[in-house]
């Protein structure tokens, strides 16, 4: 159980271009999903909190206009860049809490989404 | 700010135990400690969570302090699947936010 999805898992797009990110759910519901990012030999950085049927929360320093996060059901998030350019380029990450367990915190990860920009 | 501090490498001997140490001096009554680790590439994987008490799984052990300031996951016989960065993580958020500190790689050597 408790499994998260990431579609694609590597994308090379032309800077300029949009890219979006999927992010699923596959046998529980969650009302919150978070996106990270990872640059090489680096941690995950928290970009943003993406709550089901509300607006993403957004960490400080992330612009929300360039990565646009839609949470339109209980199993779905995606994560959108806009005119990607080659600064964009990192490994994308999403996880997922289990609305059915609203006692703890733990997260469930997706296998990562590698975005190259040229 | 991760609010863990944790040894930036660890070597250990396939079949041995690894014993990963974790400092959270500031954590609050309300935060859970959490264990992941993270494989080359790939999405963190869960591995254990505690309050206070000491938790076990098929995975590892966590002992948490009595003072809670610091934890210990071990694995009881690592293998070389076990190779990876493992990350120590303190939340109660109520958004459930994790903040990754930079973690403890660890190579499992035959």
């Keep these: ?118 | 700010d991760a609010k863990t501090t944790q040894p930036p490498s660890m070597d250990c001997a396939e079949g041995r135990a690894a014993n990963l140490p974790c400092n959270h001096s500031t954590i609050s009554g309300n935060e859970y400690v959490y264990w992941y680790r993270q494989i080359h590439s790939q999405g963190p994987q869960y591995i254990i969570h505690g309050l206070k008490n000491n938790e076990t799984n098929e995975m590892a052990s966590l002992i948490i302090t009595e003072d809670r300031k610091s934890s210990t996951l071990i694995l009881p016989h690592a293998t070389l699947r076990d190779t990876a960065v493992y990350y120590c993580i303190v939340s109660a958020d109520s958004w459930g936010k994790f903040q990754f500190g930079a973690g403890t790689q660890v190579v499992v050597t035959p």
Excluded at chain 1, 68 to 79: D, E, P, Q, R, W
Aim: with cysteine; hydrophobic share 35%.
């Design chain 1, 1 to 118: 159980g408790a499994v998260v999805s990431q579609h694609p898992s590597r994308v090379i797009c032309k800077s300029g271009t949009s890219v979006k990110i999927e992010c699923r759910s596959l046998d529980f519901q969650a009302t919150t999903m978070f996106w990270y990012r990872q640059f090489p030999k680096q941690s995950l950085m928290l970009m943003a909190t993406s709550n089901e049927g509300s607006k993403a929360t957004y960490e400080q320093g992330v612009e929300k206009d360039k990565f646009l996060i839609n949470h339109a059901s209980l199993t779905l998030s995606t994560l959108t860049v806009t005119s990607a350019h080659p600064e964009d380029s990192s490994f994308y990450i999403c996880s997922a809490r289990d609305a059915g367990r609203t006692l703890y915190n733990e997260q469930f990860f997706g296998p990562g989404t590698r975005l190259t920009v040229l």
